[in-house]
């Protein structure tokens, strides 16, 4: 259109010089000594503009011979790098499909002319790490680097999780501790290190973590608290042979909104009962039970042993009200009638507990009772539905 408008513009103008030049031609007079030259205006005009044109073509053309040879750098530049693009994308569509070799090879083929060599090297780096060619990912990382020195982290994190899909720890482990040192806050380093503790059952340090875990929002907070729950558990089991102050102080650090979980719960009462704290485990477990009826709790309670046996049985039937019922508690009032050796009491309640579930543990005791009172055969029949329960239940897990 701005064409079409300045072409009309011209042609007027055009228009009009020669309507004006066709009344009035004008005259022009050149002398130089004895020579004369003498034209009309329009003559004289019309002249100086073809002169101009051609000076100003050679001129032009001229100059676009000169610069020709660095216009054919620029183009045979701009054609490598569009040829290093085509590269890049076949090989990441490649690296995308599983066709790792021929990824490789086209990534790095024309990566001198990429105008990112960084996603050339490591994307190179994932597809060697996918054919077990560890050294030419470690070149791969290495040429990364120099490529760009001051994508560091994004190296050394490539670095890292390639090492961690490969099984190879301790390196991994290394080299996530030096980016850390980088970039302290980084949430993908915090989550691979996370990861790695755990593959390697690095409870303290993972105890460490959880702060910064929670503190950076790396985990979904249901996936903290699960990450938290198994790590508690799992410092407590290690230490559940450790003397008692040590597994006080533990769980004296505990956060709060963790001492009532009912897993860490257990295994902290599981610990002190290999320790023989049988006072301080029946505390608190009454105290739990008061709170919050939990039956793995009930079944803890059966097994401990407090200097006031009397008292303990009491406080378990107290707990019969509204779980008349519950095989797990019939079974910790039968344990405890044992040892308080009130063994028509103890009879009774393992019948029940039998009644309401069958379990090996309460056909074995319930055995071992019957054995005592020299009931023989009663106890031998205990023995078998005990054994076949045990057998039943080990086929349908394998099936």
Known sequence: MKFLISFFMLLLAAVAIGLIAYKDPGYVLIGRKSTTIEMTLS???????????????????????????????????????????????????????????????????RVKD???????????????????????????????????????????????????????????????????????????????????YQKLGNWKDMNELMPLLNKNKVLKEDELRELSITTYRKLLQRNSMQDVF??????KNLPKAYRNEPLILEDYLTSLLKLEQYDTVEKLIRDNIKRKWLSSLVVLYGQTKSTNLDKQLTTAESWLTGHETNSDLLLCLARLSIENQLWGKARS???????SRETVEAYREYGQLLEQLKENEAAANCFRNGLMLATNSQTEGRV
């Open 246 to 251: 040590k597994i006080e102080h533990f769980w």
């Open 114 to 196: 990429s105008e990112t060599p960084l996603l050339n090297f490591l994307s190179a780096a994932r597809a060697a790490q996918k054919q077990h060619a560890h050294e030419r990912r470690d070149h791969y990382l290495s040429m990364a680097a120099k490529s760009m020195p001051d994508a560091d982290v994004a190296v050394e994190l490539t670095q890292a999780e390639l090492q961690l899909a490969h099984g190879q720890h301790e390196q991994s482990l290394a080299t996530l501790e030096h980016i850390r040192s980088i970039a302290p806050r980084h949430q993908h380093v915090l989550l691979l290190l996370s990861q790695l």
């Open 349 to 355: 309640y393992f019948e029940a507990s039998l009644n």
């Open 43 to 109: 003559l004289f005009v019309t002249i100086q503009l073809i002169s101009f044109t051609i000076l100003y073509l050679a001129i032009r053309t001229l100059l676009q011979t000169w610069h020709l040879p660095d216009q054919l750098r620029q183009w045979r530049l701009r054609h490598r790098i569009m040829r290093a693009q085509v590269a890049l994308r076949k090989g990441l569509t490649e690296l995308a499909e599983g066709h790792w070799r021929s990824a490789e090879h086209a990534l790095i083929k």
